[in-house]
């Protein structure tokens, strides 16, 4: 064993002499964290042939389901600098895919905050991705939604409005001077998983359930993920030590705001927010909330990356061309909140 | 950067000297692969809350949907000995998360081979977690197959029979020796998620640009993805250099066994499998298609666990407490078959 390390500590060393990159990992793996179980009866016996070629058998689907647990990976980086846990938590109707690789192949934010230090735990929502989902309507009451693959690309203020999306690449219609990878967007539509409207509740137990697990820590939140953010925040404001929002999609409960008086939080926008029809007031309504964080003695600090000069980024910033421009505008809020050893 | 790098040697080293295990791992990352589109029309335009206190938009569902693509984890170590990169498919009702912590939380078979020096990739199945899945009845025609927590306990020959299963773990009823640890059931049944019975053909697919994509190489498949493994090497004899089979749920096809000939294969299976319902013909099923291969001229091993004196083993064997030890078995035949350097 000794001999296999000193041979990995020169094949290291002998790497780094040639190249940037690669990544030592003390340790990394996964588990489940949270969910319920739910029980059904009175539904009919069926019989499945589950391979074809197979042996039939006998499926009672009368009995106890495990739903609404929650997927978690996670990596230890050898060298740790960042002083606590970084959690990072997707947006709507995308899984902890979004911090990988980008779609263009480029290096994604997880790699980015390992290479800083950073133990990150990167989680897929309930009923999304590796989390699984449960049978609905029997349990989950509503129906799913589905996204086409020309939704987020409006949506996600990449293209220039109505019908700005085409499959053809060199006929796409982006906003001026966007910096989203449009030769990666079909491979971002494959990211896209089936999401729910109604799993408010059960989601944030969960990510309730994974801060009572792995924090003190600090939360990374896209989109969706804000408003879980801002919840679980101020749920465990013992264990949440700081929220980055990257473009939260909403708020945290009014009623509750002092809960947030001791947790820093930066709140980060991309490019083109004026002209879209949602965005103004969504920002707005985070202004707002942040002003009431303020008022009740806490920091919220709000950065606009146009105002910095770092223009055309969509609502999926870390995957845009730029994404580590903005991944270093993190690192040093978190360096200036002294998160850094 | 010079002088990080020699820092994170000299941890390395002195890591080593004091603990086993880390992960030097030169690159990291996921893609999606495959996949095709679907174009939806003459369904009614919805209004959708995406987040509570946001602001609606209107989700017009007619247009073209991205499906059947596939989720692929890859790691590359620093220090390889593996020839080839290592292809991990799981089996039914689950994703990739098959081959990382184990239930009990002890280290998975991702672990394991990267640290014997093998790039690994490791994928989820088109339709089950992060590779999402598509609207039904509209584009997939069937209906999923969910499973209750006791399903896979009798079923992968963990418990001993019929209401062998117990929320309580003191109450389970595991077969003698048991290696599967019952105190991990539990996670283990959060990993389980919903399946269908009708896609083979797409997971057929994917797997196969998955190949196309980074082949050639060794596949590693597990239970639903046996049969898988055996059809894709058959249309890619070319790219897909060793097959590993643990507990294969079906073979390939018989018409076209020929095509398997150049292609060295292992197929492994743990306990109880005389005293199962299923598993005596199915593993019939593909010792006389190892047959139909060493008559078309190939290499077909066969291992059975107790034979060798590896006792106790699960359908889910790699995440029995002796999961180490199969793995090292594995770990042999790929090395007696001149593909580790």
Redesign the interface.
Known sequence: ??R??????????A???TQ?????????????VG?R?VTLSGLPVKE????????P?K????????VE?M?V?YFVP??QRGKLPLLMWHG?GL???TY??KPD?G??WV?FFIKQGWTVYNS?AVER??S????YPEITKTEP???????PFE?FRIGAGANSYS?DVSKMKPLPGNQFPLEGY??F??????RW?ST?APIIAAYTALVDKVCPCIVLAHS?GG?FAYRVAQARPDKVKALVLVEP???GDAANVSALKNIPSVSIYGDYVETDS?WP??RA?NMKFQDAIRAAGGKADLINLPAMGIKGNSHMMMMDKNSGDIAAVIQKWLEGKGLVQ
């Open positions: 064993m000794i296999l390390c000193l041979t990995l500590s020169i094949a290291l060393l790497g780094c002499a940037q990159g690669g990544l030592a990992i003390k340790d990394m793996g996964s588990f489940h969910g179980e499945v042939l589950f391979t074809a070629g197979g042996v058998a499926l009672d689907p009368n009995g106890v389901y495990q647990q997927y990976q050898s060298q709507g899984t902890g895919v990988e690789t192949g290096e994604g790699n897929d991705g590796r699984g989902w449960a049978m939604v589905f996204l086409t693959k020309e939704n949506r499959k079909d491979n539509t494959k990211q896209v998983v089936p409207t408010d969706q408003p999609a909403g708020v949602r007031t969504i309504n």
